[in-house]
């Protein structure tokens, strides 16, 4: 009879020349799946220019898909190998690598996703802090998936969530930071008096100095609201701009940068309004928080931006001044020159008109 091929030998690992023994098929798979959870790097040409919102949102659309694969690699180790000392780890990354590729859009992994969770929770053995991080992961999702167009009813859902988390953890800091931002999302949907409470119970609980100091921050710009605004810049065509020569006009102030791909996305917004409101009286002033002026000229000149922009910087003294916190703030003031608004970022073209329409 025909000889049979030899078996093929187990492959071998070898350090400086030394035999230390075969590798198992799980030793394998898991050298795969460590190769597969390297984070691929940002595109090259990023580096030389600022991603626009389809560029970025293309981009995401492929590490959702990736790790929606590197997830199922992690489910088939832990399933396949489920004694092998790596399994939880494995299961670990599956929950965590479903969670970002929902969150970057493979919505049809939500159900997977949701009975991970579960059963994770009702793990006896899980710690505290997991259990905490789980649950606001949860909630993240909850509030992304929530109808953007009614910023209102998000911060709602929002802060129901957060109440529940801080039954369920009492005594926490972590509930009490997620608060000031539901305190936060009050103020940026328009409604600064639902933030005033949230603010005054939190005095009383914050136990960290940074979450003292954030929630002063706030207090102070809440203050700010009904005041007059006095600000005066130079903008990029060396002209100074002065609020107090556009008494009589509705004024947004827009606090953004060019690397912000939230304030590049809040152009086009910013532009209709002003397309269809600037001759009824609506101004906007530019305060550029970019780190390089060159970057804020090439984007005026390619947007055709046709309101003043000033050029503040990175660390300058009016965003310091007015405790803006994030890019873009947009601060919209009426006739007389009152700020109204601490972020007009949702329905401006509705609040402009309101604002117009009041008696001087």
Do not use: C
């Not at 030998?9 to 798979?29: F, H, K, M, T, Y």
């Not at 809440?222 to 065509?237: C, H």
């Amino acid at each position: 009879p025909k000889a049979s091929l030899p078996a093929e030998p187990a492959p071998v690992v070898q350090i400086d020349g030394l035999n230390i023994g075969p590798v198992s098929e799980a030793d394998r798979a898991w050298e795969q799946l460590e190769k597969a959870l390297e984070a691929p790097p940002t595109p090259a040409e990023w580096e030389n220019h600022e991603p626009t919102p389809a560029e970025v949102a293309t981009y995401e659309k492929k590490l959702g898909a990736l790790a929606a694969e590197t997830a199922t690699l992690a489910h088939d180790f832990a399933a396949k190998f489920p004694s092998h000392p790596k399994a939880s780890e494995a299961r670990d990354h599956e929950l965590d690598l479903l969670g970002v590729a929902v969150q970057l859009g493979q919505t049809n992994l939500t159900a997977r996703l949701e009975e991970m969770e579960k059963a994770q929770l009702l793990r006896p053995d899980l710690a505290p802090t997991d259990r905490l991080e789980l649950r606001v992961k949860q909630l993240q999702r909850l509030v992304k998936l929530a109808d953007d167009r009614d910023p209102a009813s998000t911060v709602g859902v929002m802060e129901k969530g957060v109440r529940e988390i801080a039954t369920e953890f009492p005594g926490r800091p972590e509930p009490q930071a997620l608060l000031l931002s539901v305190a936060e999302g009050w103020v940026s949907a328009g409604d600064a008096d639902k933030a005033k409470p949230i603010l005054k119970e939190l005095a009383v609980q914050a136990q960290s100095e940074e979450l003292k100091e954030a929630i002063q921050g706030l207090e102070g710009r809440l203050a700010r609201i009904g005041k007059p605004v006095e600000l005066q810049v130079t903008a990029l065509d060396g002209k100074t701009v002065d609020l107090a020569a556009w008494k009589g006009k509705v004024v947004l102030v827009q606090f953004w940068a060019t690397w912000s791909a939230a304030s590049v996305k809040q152009l086009a917004t910013v532009r209709e309004a002003y397309d269809k409101l600037h001759a009824r009286g609506f101004e906007i002033v530019g305060v550029s928080l970019d780190r390089e002026k060159a970057a804020l000229e090439q984007m005026v000149a390619d947007q055709k931006i046709p309101w003043p922009q000033s050029f503040e910087g990175e660390g300058g003294t009016l965003a310091e001044k007015f405790n803006i916190a994030s890019v873009p703030t947009l601060w919209l003031l009426d006739k007389e020159g009152n700020l109204r608004d601490l972020n007009a970022r949702v329905g401006l073209e509705a609040r402009v008109l309101r604002l117009l329409g009041d008696a001087k």
